[in-house]
């Protein structure tokens, strides 16, 4: 088995050990924001080693769409990376933990509608967009 690199960023790092330690019971908002995340784990593209981000819960159906957003950073974040050389994750939404395979959405009339639906949920997206020259990447993780 892999071993668990935890995230470098502190108030990152923070956010999954109380949503993973409390079993999805706590710190399942981001932030304090009031706004609902999940927790993404995948794995390293370059470590192979097991990695956990919490995102914003977009959920659709039983798929979840996943957004580089980076508080609209001119980079991506590195789990857009992993995620393109490895696919399969699994979704944290509180309680419930389900595998799944992410895969980066191109056909523009999908990604639109997702995109709505994403910021329908977490309206800075639209923000961050407009804060970045880069064509923020947007993932659906659906059932494997």
Not at 14 to 43: A, F
Not at 115 to 122: E, K, M, T
């Amino acid at each position: 088995m892999a071993d668990y690199i935890p995230p470098t960023l502190d108030w990152v790092r923070k956010q999954v050990e109380e949503y993973e330690g409390s079993g999805g019971t706590r710190g399942t908002t981001l932030l304090d924001t009031g706004m609902p995340c999940i927790i993404v784990t995948h794995t390293g593209n370059q470590t192979g080693a097991i990695r956990k981000i919490p995102l914003m819960r977009v959920k659709v159906d039983d798929s979840y769409v996943l957004v580089g957003s980076m508080g609209g950073q001119p980079k991506n974040p590195v789990w857009v990376y992993n995620l393109r050389a490895n696919p399969d994750v699994e979704i944290r939404d509180e309680t419930v933990v389900t595998a799944m395979r992410a895969r980066e959405v191109t056909d523009e009339e999908e990604r639109a509608r997702l995109w709505q639906l994403s910021v329908d949920a977490y309206p800075p997206y639209e923000d961050y967009q407009a804060k970045t020259t880069r064509k923020i990447p947007v993932f659906l993780a659906e059932p494997s």
